[in-house]
């Protein structure tokens, strides 16, 4: 069973940045491919970006493409997203998602989700 345990939450006004964690235990973190979703208050949960096992291969949605940022350390079971110029829309809470291939990533099949963390972003 593979833990989810995602860190790097808060608020910070619009135009800045965070950086999100997830440590992952339990499991071959580097068979793994990972993602990371949000959901705002009454909406559905969304993807946002998407990252295989090697890293060789990243996905994003158009609303952060060029501003977040996806990447992992298999050494040390960890995946990121770096978010930059981030916006009021950007608010919801985030959470890490782990499949056994990119392709359900993608397509939301998910094996195993975080806990979630919340990203406040108001001036």
């Known amino acids: 069973q593979v833990q989810l345990i995602e860190s790097g939450g808060g608020s910070v006004q619009p135009g800045g940045s965070l950086r999100l964690s997830c440590a992952a235990s339990?499991?071959?973190?580097?068979?793994?491919?990972m993602g990371w979703f949000r959901q705002a208050p009454g909406k559905e949960r969304e993807f946002v970006a998407g990252?295989?096992?090697?890293?060789?291969?990243?996905y994003y949605e158009d609303y952060v493409k060029g501003r977040f940022t996806i990447s992992r350390d298999n050494a040390k079971n960890t995946v990121y997203l770096q978010m930059n110029s981030l916006k009021p829309e950007d608010t919801a809470v985030y959470y890490c998602?782990?499949?056994?291939?990119?392709?359900?990533?993608?397509?939301?099949?998910?094996?195993?989700w975080g806990q979630g963390t919340q990203v406040t972003v108001s001036s």
């Open positions: 990252i295989s096992w090697s890293g060789s291969s990243t």
């Open positions: 339990g499991g071959t973190f580097s068979r793994l491919a």
């Open positions: 998602a782990a499949a056994s291939s990119y392709r359900d990533v993608q397509l939301g099949i998910i094996d195993y």
